[in-house]
T-cell receptor, first 113, second 110 residues
Framework: DAGITQSPRYKITETGRQVTLMCHQTWSHSYMFWYRQDLGHGLRLIYYSAAADITDKGEVPDGYVVSRSKTENFPLTLESATRSQTSVYFC????????????FGPGTRLTVT | AQSVTQLDSQVPVFEEAPVELRCNYSSSVSVYLFWYVQYPNQGLQLLLKYLSGSTLVKGINGFEAEFNKSQTSFHLRKPSVHISDTAEYFCAVSANDMRFGAGTRLTVKP
């Protein structure tokens, strides 16, 4: 099916472990984004990518790593998870021109114990 | 960089009553403005957007918003809400990247 998907939808991990959240879109959008959603903060941008092999930091990049070897995929890795990274993570994408409208995935709820 | 302030964290309202969710923004450059809705355990869905032209923008589900450049506001309104409108609403401003407000939880009571 066309669209933007995230996996897993739910994840529980322990402090110090590495975890990767996956994001896949079928629209061939140039831009992809990772946000975290926390109560009282709305959505905060972690990293974004303007094209394959081009990534840049957002508001809250510390503790996260991204890569984009293919246009359709944009994985987010927590190299050593901390409890403060417990959150809901959303991936989004948009085209390179037009309205800047972003399309969001369903989210991944991550709990770090 | 741009920023967004949603002035109400929670808005309770009775069914069929009108509602206004307030949003102010700041930016040193021209921006696009958006309202998104998030239903429980779901991602964000676009309600409406302002790009240019008419300052009154109509969106899905009977919502509309008015862009006011002098007051740097983009308030969302609906003349008569339904129970199904209960959700979290986010205002967002976009230049190169998109910045979101903290959200307003709209609760529609019967």
């Amino acid at each position: 099916d066309a669209g933007i998907t995230q996996s897993p939808r739910y994840k529980i991990t322990e402090t110090g472990r590495q975890v990767t959240l996956m994001c896949h879109q079928t629209w061939s959008h140039s831009y992809m984004f990772w946000y975290r959603q926390d109560l009282g903060h709305g959505l905060r941008l972690i990293y974004y990518s303007a094209a394959a092999d081009i990534t840049d930091k957002g508001e809250v990049p510390d503790g996260y790593v991204v890569s984009r070897s293919k246009t359709e995929n944009f994985p987010l890795t927590l190299e050593s998870a901390t409890r403060s990274q417990t959150s809901v993570y959303f991936c989004a994408s948009r085209g390179s021109s037009g309205t800047y409208e972003q399309y969001f995935g369903p989210g991944t709820r991550l709990t770090v114990t | 960089a741009q920023s967004v302030t949603q002035l109400d964290s929670q808005v309770p309202v009775f069914e069929e009553a009108p509602v206004e969710l307030r949003c102010n923004y700041s930016s040193s450059v021209s921006v696009y403005l958006f309202w998104y809705v998030q239903y429980p355990n779901q991602g964000l869905q676009l309600l409406l957007k302002y790009l240019s032209g008419s300052t009154l923008v109509k969106g899905i589900n009977g919502f509309e918003a008015e862009f006011n450049k002098s007051q740097t506001s983009f308030h969302l309104r609906k003349p008569s809400v339904h129970i199904s409108d209960t959700a979290e609403y986010f205002c967002a401003v976009s230049a190169n990247d998109m910045r979101f407000g903290a959200g307003t939880r709209l609760t529609v009571k019967p």
